[in-house]
């Protein structure tokens, strides 16, 4: 049998209620031997790893300590040399977007991820329409992060060494690769779930800028980084193009600020993490 085009890296820390159903989208692929899938529990007190170990094919790691970034490197060393996509455990990836991503990587591309796709099913309005806006904004549709999978090829993967104690491993990622050298692949999109309730979005979007905003101040490059200023020419132009999205374009404002002042005031936990999505209460 021919190796694997390459390997997917899942950390899942306590991922019982959805790691089925991000493994079972791979089933076909692990089986004919064209992906590799490494899942590392890590300081999981539920049936994470049991639950992943009822997949034919994939390999299991447990560790006692909660970290996503040991969880990585955990996965690093177990893969199997060649591209590498790493995916978080409650995303949804098709066995095809998993080949046509690891072969692109294969073919050349340092950094390359499939598209994404917000699925706001049952989420309170203002969590739908924070999204809406999102979905439509190149700068962002452009980038690394904030798809919950991207891939590196071995050239790529070279650009650092073990993954560095870092909150957002994604952006730390992205920050590695020019816009120019992330390819995005026509493929099947990755499956986002997003926070139901708002006080969940308010949450998960505190601990991004907190992280953004800590990593571009110790950089000595000012309070707004590109990446902003980018998202507001897009904001700009979106409603320049749409009127009709400027209630939306408020909310996505407003949800922005409302987290970025709770980023800035009061003491914070190094890990917020949305439960709302995964059935937890």
Avoid at 207 to 230: H, K, L
Avoid at 233 to 248: A, H, M
């Amino acid at each position: 049998m021919n190796p694997p085009i390459g390997s997917i890296v899942i950390p899942a820390h306590d991922e019982e209620a959805v790691i089925g159903r991000t493994l079972s989208h791979l089933t076909q692929v692990v089986r004919e031997g064209l992906v590799e899938v490494v899942v590392v529990c890590n300081g999981c007190t539920d049936r994470t790893a049991e639950t992943a170990r009822e997949f034919v094919g994939v390999h299991v790691r447990e560790r006692s300590q909660p970290s996503k970034t040991a969880a990585l490197r955990e996965g690093d060393e177990v893969a199997s040399p060649g591209p590498r996509i790493y995916l978080d455990a409650d995303v949804e990836l098709t066995g095809r977007a998993a080949v046509d991503t690891l072969r692109a990587l294969a073919d050349g591309a340092l950094a390359a991820r499939p598209p994404h796709r917000f699925e706001t099913r049952g989420a309170h309005w203002t969590v739908r329409r924070w999204y809406a806006v999102r979905e439509r904004l190149p700068s962002i549709s452009r980038q690394l992060w904030g798809a919950g999978c991207y891939g590196l090829s071995s050239a790529g993967r070279a650009r650092f060494g073990a993954f560095p104690e870092v909150v957002a491993d994604d952006l730390f990622i992205n920050s590695l690769f020019t816009t120019d050298e992330i390819q995005i692949i026509e493929t099947d999109p990755v499956v986002v779930h997003t926070p139901l309730r708002l006080g969940s979005l308010l949450l998960i979007k505190r601990r991004t800028y907190r992280t953004q905003e800590a990593a571009w101040v110790e950089a000595g490059r000012g309070p707004v980084s590109p990446g902003q200023r980018s998202q507001l020419r897009d904001l700009v132009r979106l409603v320049g193009r749409e009127p009709g999205r400027l209630g939306d374009a408020a909310v996505y404002v407003a949800v922005i600020v409302m987290a970025r002042i709770r980023a800035r005031v009061g003491s914070a936990p190094r890990w917020e993490r949305d439960t709302s999505s995964r059935g937890v209460a």
